[in-house]
């Protein structure tokens, strides 16, 4: 009997598994789009894909076969984001709980290496645009890539990030207010339009 149990336990992780692929798996570039946005790199965005697809397997027992699974990862997505910017947060301090001085190794960045791939994705947005996005802060910059680049709706939105819909659109009209004031500095500078 016991070689049925096991059998049996088999059967359901493979089950299981299977599952986890046919719903979760279509959803990986909508996951890693989304992270290279918020991670900024390519590692990053790898990174927390992985840290992602890890943490919805292992929580895949609680998802509604059936419903949105896209904004089922998206959310888990998102609060992987936010732990490991708390995290960094915490280990950006020195010990002492101050930050650390200018030309200490914290404060350097090691030379950028070209990467073919993180290349091409960039080629889609203007480099302006792409800087002007960068610079929001992380809850604006996550609505307005959730909103114009995923195409995702308000209640999706709202359901990923935990947040009322009404915040979402605030945060969405706020953050596109700064791309604009950003762009327009940014075509004032370059003589594109006065004033």
């Not at 992780?13 to 909508?30: G, I, Y």
């Not at 998802?63 to 992987?80: K, P, S, V």
């Not at 706020?174 to 339009?193: N, P, T, V």
Request: glycine share 6%; proline share 4%.
């Amino acid at each position: 009997m016991g070689r049925d149990t096991t059998s049996a336990r088999s059967g359901l992780l493979h089950d299981r598994q299977q599952a986890f692929e046919d719903e979760a798996l279509v959803h990986l570039d909508s996951l890693y789009h989304v992270a290279y946005r918020l991670g900024r790199s390519r590692s990053e965005a790898e990174d927390l894909v992985q840290e992602t697809m890890l943490k919805a397997f292992q929580s895949f027992h609680q998802y509604d076969r059936g419903t949105n699974c896209r904004a089922w990862l998206l959310t888990i997505l998102h609060h992987t984001f936010l732990n490991r910017l708390k995290r960094s947060a915490r280990e950006f301090l020195e010990p002492d709980g101050q930050l650390p001085e200018p030309g200490e190794g914290r404060w350097e960045y090691s030379s950028a290496i070209y990467n073919p791939e993180e290349a091409f994705f960039q080629s889609f947005m203007d480099p302006d645009v792409e800087r002007a996005l960068e610079a929001l802060p992380a809850p604006f910059r996550e609505v307005v890539v959730l909103a114009d680049l995923e195409e995702c709706s308000y209640k999706e939105i709202a359901q990923i990030v935990g947040c009322p819909t009404g915040t979402v659109m605030s945060r969405l009209y706020r953050g596109r207010q700064l791309l604009k004031q950003a762009l327009l500095e940014r075509a004032r500078q370059r003589g594109y339009i006065r004033g």
